[in-house]
């Protein structure tokens, strides 16, 4: 059975860090690209970070460049989001999505507060 759990979100003040980790099971974890999908209040969910399945390539959207960072340990069957200098922009339930597949996570919430 597959399975995608994100862990790590919660309310942190303007400028705070977080740390979120998604880890996977039930599948070859290690051959697909693992993306981040924020789904923001009133908004449709969308992508904005992704990396490839060795690791080797990360893609951020221009909103979190300098900021947020991705990486995965595939002994682990994790892929995490380092997320610094957090904003209220920031708020929304982050999504866990294995790139190809229709294997999401139920999402964990991060709220920065104005």
């Known amino acids: 059975q597959v399975q995608i759990v994100e862990s790590g979100g919660g309310l942190v003040q303007p400028g705070g860090s977080l740390r979120l980790s998604c880890v996977a099971s039930?599948?070859?974890?290690?051959?697909?690209?693992m993306t981040w999908y924020p789904q923001a209040p009133g908004k449709e969910r969308e992508f904005f970070a992704g990396?490839?399945?060795?690791?080797?390539?990360?893609k951020l959207a221009d909103s979190v460049k300098g900021r947020f960072t991705m990486s995965r340990d595939n002994a682990k069957n994790t892929v995490y989001l380092q997320m610094n200098s957090l904003k209220p922009e920031d708020t929304a339930v982050y999504y866990c999505?294995?790139?190809?597949?229709?294997?999401w996570g139920q999402g964990t919430q991060v709220t920065v507060p104005s």
């Open positions: 999505y294995a790139a190809g597949t229709n294997y």
């Open positions: 039930g599948f070859t974890f290690m051959r697909y690209g």
């Open positions: 990396i490839t399945s060795v690791g080797g390539i990360t």
